[in-house]
């Protein structure tokens, strides 16, 4: 009897590998995913990288660089890795810093923040993620150094 492999029918978002992802891990919970749905994830058998894939009906899909963070004697913790660019300076060379920090100026309640860090400039980038991605320059509290400002003058 051959079993065979359940892929991920989508691109790779690390290298655009396209012929199908080895699904490692199903019914996922993506910590600061777009959409509130279960994902699964893929590993790209050409980088060994992970891929989070949800889909809503047939045509509507989500799919993003993901990152497992493995806890001991827990369930493993999942996070999208999006493609940022700087907000200060337009670099594309992004690195996540921080998921779900403290703004003290939320463009809406319901948005929730993460933080990269631009290796062009060194600043800080805060994006929110619901339905799209939005990106702000963001600053540090200088008294208070987990609360971040959103766009300041
Ligand atoms: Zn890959
Ligand atoms: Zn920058």
Redesign the pocket.
């Known amino acids: 009897m051959t079993v065979t492999q359940p892929m991920l029918d989508t691109r790779c978002a690390w290298c655009g590998f396209d012929a199908g992802l080895p699904i490692v891990s199903e019914h996922v919970h993506i910590t600061n995913a777009q959409v509130a749905m279960e994902h699964a994830v893929g590993r790209c058998p050409q980088c060994a990288r992970t891929t989070a894939l949800a889909r809503w009906g047939r045509d509507l899909r989500f799919s993003y660089k993901a990152l497992e963070y493995k806890r001991l004697f827990r369930r493993s913790t999942w996070v999208a890795v999006y493609d940022v660019i ?1 907000a ?2 337009g ?1 594309k060379a992004t690195d996540p810093a921080e998921i779900n920090v403290t703004v003290a100026n939320p463009v809406s309640e319901r948005f929730r923040y993460d933080l990269y860090a ?1 290796q ?2 060194g ?1 800080a980038t805060a994006i929110s993620y619901l339905g799209e991605l939005r990106t702000h320059c963001a600053i540090r509290d200088d008294v208070y150094r987990a609360l971040w400002y959103l766009d300041p003058d």
Do not use: Q, V
């Open positions: 700087c200060w300076c670099s631009c062009t400039c600043k």
